[in-house]
């Protein structure tokens, strides 16, 4: 007979953390059971377990575990590569999640989860709810399918396509944004659908493609009226008063060195030689005089984040009117700057550093090329003048650079690609854009910039640009790569030096195009932050960003606290709103990176697509468990060589040596192997055949 007494006593006893799955003997003997109430006890388990109030397996007794609930970010990654399963992203781990046990949750969703158990180390949970949907509005192209229309969408992490209430005025291949109106139901395999609320063009048009990434990402196209209103009101012309209260540099031979298609200038150069010593001036536009704290536009300057840079188009972080016009360095105009002047000795070290609010007038505009040309003696045009300051600056540079060695700086050879349009704005070629003489001289003179404020901002609340050393486990990677492929990574002294060590044992430029995306990958990335950790990839102990206030919000915020300590010596953002601040802009920042990724990849994509069926020559830079990784000698394009295609020998791989050997002939590919492939599909992917095959 059932007894809510023993029943009570059972279950109190296996609620108890330290009691484990018990046989019927030694709940007895636990609770004390006198042995004419043996039956009775039987009874009340075998009620508890049919009413699923306690656990029953393999004859032994345990309590239901309460659920273990936990919010997280829902990655769908992996159901958009059409495997079976996903994630769910906590800040301590991540929950392995069945994709039948997914709901309705699409990529980057804020989620809960309930955790069902844990297995070597992994845990595995269920959705059970969806806290707060990441987007209602998604971009892709329409398609037709027996009568009715689906949107596929461009985001390659979302795992379905949509349903279409109604075209409107869109027609077959347009590109088009979708605001959803009823999310589906994965378990009944109803699609999500919703409307039409823009239509951007017709797919693979280079502009409609731009735009579709645009409205993907949610990025801002237009500034609200109040804001350009306030612009309006500025005033450029800059007043005796002012000028008064400033360093007067006009008279300084001075220039701006920028990519040519470049129109936000905000940085400029000057050199002098003092008796025996050089001095050296990087001047910065003063964005912070214009852009005050409380203003409309360093509120929307904090809400864009940064400028964000696509091939023939910017979406600015500030009003074409500063960014391009009242701030920019525009040659032979008076401009409002904060100069940071060093003075070096005959060895080039450091001796003194200062700030100073200053007025400067350009004397030229610079592209890079044009300075990589006179300083190989090849441009006539310069003037003398000019042509000195630049080859002293050269050497400066030059040194600068052997500085920065020692100190631990790593320097990556990562050439990015470079678009070459035709007329009506289509893609004809693509280019590796390598770094030069005249990038290392400005970036030189930046760094000097960047950590003498930082420096000088260090004694009180500010934000650092931060770069942490690698994880251990991340190092060990680093190590057993090196090891395999006989390359020196020696951790006995620093681990910038073992760096440095590694990236200079590469025989080649081929050995770089592999494996410095792959050490770069298990380097962390760098962020803001108002903790300072350094930055290990410059090998710097206190470092900012200072100099593109035109284009980035720490610069701005830095540059109002550079001007607060000149003036007043008042930090007027609180530790709080600064680190508010910090995360904005690198959550904007990765933004950036992603949009521009995106964007450089469907033009790559829309461009390799002409050359189908055609053969190059490439190099393979990587490989998983299914295919090889081949970027083009004569593009900076990787597509891939599915092993499935590989039909004259059964190929096994080996992941720890990064080898795929043929069983019956005994080829070995490995990374670095010089291949010959055919173009022979491009849809998300580029794929190749291998010549031969």
């Given at each position: 007979?059932?007894?809510?007494?023993?029943?009570?006593?059972?279950?109190?006893?296996?609620?108890?953390?330290?009691?484990?799955?018990?046989?019927?003997?030694?709940?007895?003997?636990?609770?004390?059971?006198?042995?004419?109430?043996?039956?009775?006890?039987?009874?009340?388990?075998?009620?508890?377990?049919?009413?699923?109030?306690?656990?029953?397996?393999?004859?032994?007794?345990?309590?239901?575990?309460?659920p273990n609930y936990i919010e997280g970010i829902f990655d769908a990654r992996p159901l958009a590569k059409n495997k079976s399963f996903a994630f769910v992203i906590t800040d301590e781990f991540d929950i392995y999640i069945s994709s039948e046990d997914t709901?309705?949750?699409?990529?980057?969703?804020?989620?809960?989860?309930?955790?069902?158990?844990?297995?070597?180390?992994?845990?595995?949970?269920?959705?059970?709810?969806?806290?707060?949907?990441?987007?209602?509005?998604?971009?892709?192209?329409?398609?037709?399918?027996?009568?009715?229309?689906?949107?596929?969408?461009?985001?390659?992490?979302?795992?379905?396509?949509?349903?279409?209430?109604?075209?409107?005025?869109?027609?077959?291949?347009?590109?088009?944004?979708?605001?959803?109106?009823?999310?589906?139901?994965?378990?009944?395999?109803?699609?999500?659908?919703?409307?039409?609320?823009?239509?951007?063009?017709?797919?693979?048009?280079?502009?409609?493609?731009?735009?579709?990434?645009?409205?993907?990402?949610?990025?801002?196209?237009?500034?609200?009226?109040?804001?350009?209103?306030?612009?309006?009101?500025?005033?450029?012309?800059?007043?005796?008063?002012?000028?008064?209260?400033?360093?007067?540099?006009?008279?300084?031979?001075?220039?701006?060195?920028?990519?040519?298609?470049?129109?936000?200038?905000?940085?400029?150069?000057?050199?002098?030689?003092?008796?025996?010593?050089?001095?050296?001036?990087?001047?910065?536009?003063?964005?912070?005089?214009?852009?005050?704290?409380?203003?409309?536009?360093?509120?929307?300057?904090?809400?864009?984040?940064?400028?964000?840079?696509?091939?023939?188009?910017?979406?600015?972080?500030?009003?074409?009117?500063?960014?391009?016009?009242?701030?920019?360095?525009?040659?032979?105009?008076?401009?409002?700057?904060?100069?940071?002047?060093?003075?070096?000795?005959?060895?080039?070290?450091?001796?003194?550093?200062?700030?100073?609010?200053?007025?400067?007038?350009?004397?030229?505009?610079?592209?890079?090329?044009?300075?990589?040309?006179?300083?190989?003696?090849?441009?006539?045009?310069?003037?003398?003048?000019?042509?000195?300051?630049?080859?002293?600056?050269?050497?400066?540079?030059?040194a600068l650079s052997e500085q920065r060695k020692k100190h631990g700086y790593l320097r990556f050879d990562l050439p990015e690609p470079e678009f070459i349009f035709d007329d009506k704005g289509y893609i004809f070629d693509i280019k590796r854009s390598m770094?030069?003489?005249?990038?290392?001289?400005?970036?030189?003179?930046?760094?000097?910039?960047?950590?003498?404020?930082?420096?000088?901002?260090?004694?009180?609340?500010?934000?650092?640009?931060?770069?942490?050393?690698?994880?251990?486990?991340?190092?060990?990677?680093?190590?057993?790569?090196?090891?395999?492929?006989?390359?020196?990574?020696?951790?006995?002294?620093?681990?910038?030096?073992?760096?440095?060590?590694?990236?200079?044992?590469?025989?080649?430029?081929?050995?770089?195009?592999?494996?410095?995306?792959?050490?770069?990958?298990?380097?962390?990335?760098?962020?803001?932050?108002?903790?300072?950790?350094?930055?290990?990839?410059?090998?710097?102990?206190?470092?900012?960003?200072?100099?593109?206030?035109?284009?980035?919000?720490?610069?701005?915020?830095?540059?109002?606290?550079?001007?607060?300590?000149?003036?007043?010596?008042?930090?007027?953002?609180?530790?709080?709103?600064?680190?508010?601040?910090?995360?904005?802009?690198?959550?904007?920042?990765?933004?950036?990176d992603y949009a521009e990724r995106e964007v450089d990849n469907k033009n790559k994509l829309t461009f390799i697509k002409k050359k189908l069926g055609e053969t190059f020559s490439g190099i393979i830079i990587g490989m998983n468990n299914s295919s090889l990784?081949?970027?083009?000698?004569?593009?900076?394009?990787?597509?891939?060589?599915?092993?499935?295609?590989?039909?004259?020998?059964?190929?096994?791989?080996?992941?720890?040596?990064?080898?795929?050997?043929?069983?019956?002939?005994?080829?070995?590919?490995?990374?670095?192997?010089?291949?010959?492939?055919?173009?022979?599909?491009?849809?998300?992917?580029?794929?190749?055949?291998?010549?031969?095959?």
């Amino acid at each position: 007979m059932y007894d809510s007494k023993l029943a009570f006593q059972i279950k109190k006893l296996l609620s108890d953390d330290n009691v484990n799955r018990l046989k019927i003997k030694d709940i007895s003997k636990a609770i004390k059971v006198r042995k004419h109430k043996h039956k009775d006890l039987i009874d009340t388990l075998f009620k508890l377990a049919k009413d699923n109030k306690i656990k029953l397996k393999n004859r032994r007794y345990s309590s239901y575990a309460k659920p273990n609930y936990i919010e997280g970010i829902f990655d769908a990654r992996p159901l958009a590569k059409n495997k079976s399963f996903a994630f769910v992203i906590t800040d301590e781990f991540d929950i392995y999640i069945s994709s039948e046990d997914t709901m309705n949750a699409y990529h980057d969703d804020e989620v809960l989860v309930e955790v069902k158990y844990s297995k070597n180390q992994k845990r595995y949970g269920t959705i059970t709810k969806i806290i707060k949907r990441n987007r209602e509005l998604f971009v892709g192209q329409i398609q037709e399918y027996h009568g009715n229309y689906f949107l596929i969408p461009d985001n390659s992490r979302i795992h379905t396509n949509f349903k279409i209430n109604d075209l409107a005025t869109a027609s077959i291949q347009d590109k088009v944004v979708l605001k959803i109106t009823n999310w589906g139901n994965r378990e009944l395999q109803r699609l999500p659908v919703g409307n039409i609320v823009e239509i951007l063009g017709k797919a693979g048009n280079p502009e409609v493609e731009i735009l579709s990434i645009i409205r993907n990402y949610e990025l801002p196209l237009a500034f609200p009226g109040s804001v350009i209103k306030e612009v309006t009101d500025l005033s450029d012309e800059i007043t005796e008063e002012e000028i008064n209260k400033r360093k007067d540099f006009r008279k300084l031979a001075t220039f701006t060195i920028d990519p040519a298609s470049a129109k936000d200038f905000d940085d400029a150069i000057s050199l002098e030689k003092t008796d025996n010593n050089w001095r050296l001036y990087v001047h910065i536009a003063d964005v912070a005089h214009y852009v005050k704290q409380d203003s409309l536009l360093f509120k929307e300057a904090v809400k864009r984040g940064n400028s964000y840079y696509f091939p023939k188009k910017v979406i600015p972080m500030l009003p074409e009117k500063i960014s391009n016009k009242i701030c920019s360095l525009r040659p032979f105009e008076d401009k409002l700057t904060i100069s940071v002047i060093t003075d070096f000795n005959e060895s080039f070290q450091i001796i003194l550093q200062e700030v100073c609010e200053s007025i400067i007038n350009s004397n030229a505009r610079f592209s890079y090329d044009e300075i990589d040309l006179i300083f190989e003696d090849s441009s006539p045009d310069i003037p003398e003048e000019i042509a000195k300051i630049l080859n002293k600056m050269k050497t400066l540079s030059s040194a600068l650079s052997e500085q920065r060695k020692k100190h631990g700086y790593l320097r990556f050879d990562l050439p990015e690609p470079e678009f070459i349009f035709d007329d009506k704005g289509y893609i004809f070629d693509i280019k590796r854009s390598m770094e030069t003489e005249s990038h290392r001289l400005i970036e030189n003179f930046m760094l000097i910039a960047n950590e003498f404020i930082a420096k000088q901002l260090s004694h009180q609340n500010t934000i650092y640009r931060v770069h942490e050393k690698p994880d251990d486990e991340d190092i060990i990677k680093i190590k057993d790569l090196s090891e395999k492929h006989n390359l020196k990574f020696p951790l006995g002294k620093s681990l910038n030096y073992a760096f440095q060590e590694l990236l200079n044992s590469m025989p080649d430029n081929d050995y770089h195009r592999v494996f410095d995306r792959i050490i770069l990958r298990n380097l962390k990335k760098a962020k803001y932050q108002t903790e300072n950790f350094g930055h290990f990839g410059l090998g710097i102990k206190t470092y900012t960003h200072f100099t593109s206030p035109i284009r980035r919000l720490c610069d701005l915020i830095v540059h109002h606290q550079t001007k607060q300590k000149l003036i007043s010596s008042q930090n007027t953002f609180t530790q709080k709103k600064l680190s508010d601040l910090a995360n904005i802009a690198s959550e904007k920042e990765l933004i950036a990176d992603y949009a521009e990724r995106e964007v450089d990849n469907k033009n790559k994509l829309t461009f390799i697509k002409k050359k189908l069926g055609e053969t190059f020559s490439g190099i393979i830079i990587g490989m998983n468990n299914s295919s090889l990784f081949v970027e083009l000698d004569k593009y900076p394009i990787t597509g891939l060589i599915p092993f499935s295609s590989l039909k004259k020998d059964y190929y096994q791989f080996y992941k720890q040596y990064l080898r795929l050997i043929g069983k019956r002939t005994g080829r070995i590919f490995k990374l670095t192997d010089k291949v010959e492939v055919l173009i022979s599909r491009v849809d998300n992917d580029v794929y190749f055949q291998l010549i031969g095959e």
